[in-house]
């Protein structure tokens, strides 16, 4: 790429994201998510507490930032060059940024499952809750399962957990086609341009025979999949506030 070519381009990006104040997604406050020191639910709860929050709340933020870079390049910026022009700005400043965004509803999903578990667990050893033990499975095997049997008690579980059933749903992965499981396990559909998949195998289970399909998956386009994303920031804005609610009941529970 020609050095004054993208010194040029990412003069335009940054004197709209600076001058319009781009923020089509809400940032989350630090300010607005700080518990009262003088409650406490010892050592162990109140320091995971306050990593977890801080890191949910960088997670969510950076997902809102990364949305609003999208938007810019894709609307504001790349649409202004000639179209081989588009192609390579479209390589440099826009894939990245895009492949981030698509692993992301899945990601902030499971990171506030994994924090609400450990909370809910030093909660119900805290108030010495009849029958729990220390026994939380490690870390890697943390899932939505765990988090049902740890937060069963506490009545912020008629609503965090449908917060986060709703975030990356089965709808979701279809109108992304699957991109972060095939992005990590198989051969993506394409980011803007380019096709994948000419020839694809299938097996039917039924005859016990293989098939052999040929065609292309099309690549996937920010003007298609960028309103997916904000949709899916505002249902993770969501199961965070239900996240902070859980907060709060636990440390009511000791007032």
Same mark, same amino acid.
């Given at each position: 790429?020609?050095?004054?070519?993208?010194?040029?381009?990412?003069?335009?990006?940054?004197?709209?994201?600076?001058?319009?104040?781009?923020?089509?997604?809400?940032?989350?406050?630090?300010?607005?998510?700080?518990?009262?020191?003088?409650?406490?639910?010892?050592?162990?709860?109140?320091?995971?507490?306050?990593?977890?929050?801080?890191?949910?709340?960088?997670?969510?933020?950076?997902?809102?930032?990364?949305?609003?870079?999208?938007?810019?390049?894709?609307?504001?910026?790349?649409?202004?060059?000639?179209?081989?022009?588009?192609?390579?700005?479209?390589?440099?400043?826009?894939?990245?940024?895009?492949?981030?965004?698509?692993?992301?509803? @899945?990601?902030?999903?499971?990171?506030?499952? /994994? #924090?609400?578990?450990?909370?809910?667990? !030093?909660?119900? $050893?805290?108030?010495? =809750?009849?029958?729990?033990?220390?026994?939380?499975?490690?870390?890697?095997?943390?899932?939505?399962?765990?988090?049902?049997?740890?937060?069963?008690?506490?009545?912020?579980?008629?609503?965090?957990?449908?917060?986060?059933?709703?975030?990356?749903?089965?709808?979701?992965?279809?109108?992304?086609?699957?991109?972060?499981?095939?992005?990590?396990?198989?051969?993506?559909?394409?980011?803007?341009?380019?096709?994948?998949?000419?020839?694809?195998?299938?097996?039917?289970?039924?005859?016990?025979?293989?098939?052999?399909?040929?065609?292309?998956?099309?690549?996937?386009?920010?003007?298609?999949?960028?309103?997916?994303?904000?949709? @899916?920031?505002?249902?993770?804005?969501?199961? /965070? #506030?239900?996240?902070?609610?859980?907060? !709060?009941?636990? $440390?009511?529970?000791? =007032?």
């Amino acid at each position: 790429m020609k050095e004054d070519l993208q010194v040029d381009a990412f003069k335009k990006f940054w004197r709209f994201y600076t001058k319009e104040k781009f923020d089509s997604c809400g940032l989350v406050s630090f300010d607005e998510y700080k518990i009262d020191s003088s409650f406490t639910m010892g050592r162990w709860y109140d320091g995971m507490e306050l990593g977890f929050t801080q890191e949910l709340i960088n997670s969510i933020n950076k997902f809102s930032h990364e949305i609003d870079v999208i938007t810019i390049w894709s609307k504001h910026v790349i649409p202004n060059y000639p179209k081989d022009e588009q192609l390579e700005l479209t390589f440099h400043f826009l894939e990245l940024p895009f492949y981030y965004c698509l692993n992301q509803p @899945q990601s902030i999903r499971d990171r506030i499952i /994994f #924090s609400s578990t450990h909370l809910c667990h !030093q909660a119900n $050893l805290f108030i010495n =809750t009849p029958k729990y033990k220390d026994d939380l499975p490690e870390d890697w095997k943390i899932g939505k399962n765990t988090l049902k049997s740890c937060i069963s008690q506490w009545k912020v579980e008629h609503t965090l957990l449908p917060s986060l059933e709703a975030i990356a749903s089965n709808e979701y992965v279809e109108n992304t086609y699957n991109y972060r499981n095939m992005a990590h396990h198989r051969v993506p559909p394409s980011l803007q341009y380019g096709h994948t998949n000419y020839i694809r195998r299938f097996w039917c289970k039924k005859s016990e025979d293989a098939s052999y399909n040929i065609g292309y998956e099309p690549p996937l386009t920010t003007e298609e999949i960028t309103p997916h994303f904000i949709e @899916q920031h505002k249902l993770i804005k969501h199961a /965070f #506030s239900c996240y902070w609610k859980m907060v !709060q009941e636990h $440390l009511n529970s000791i =007032t």
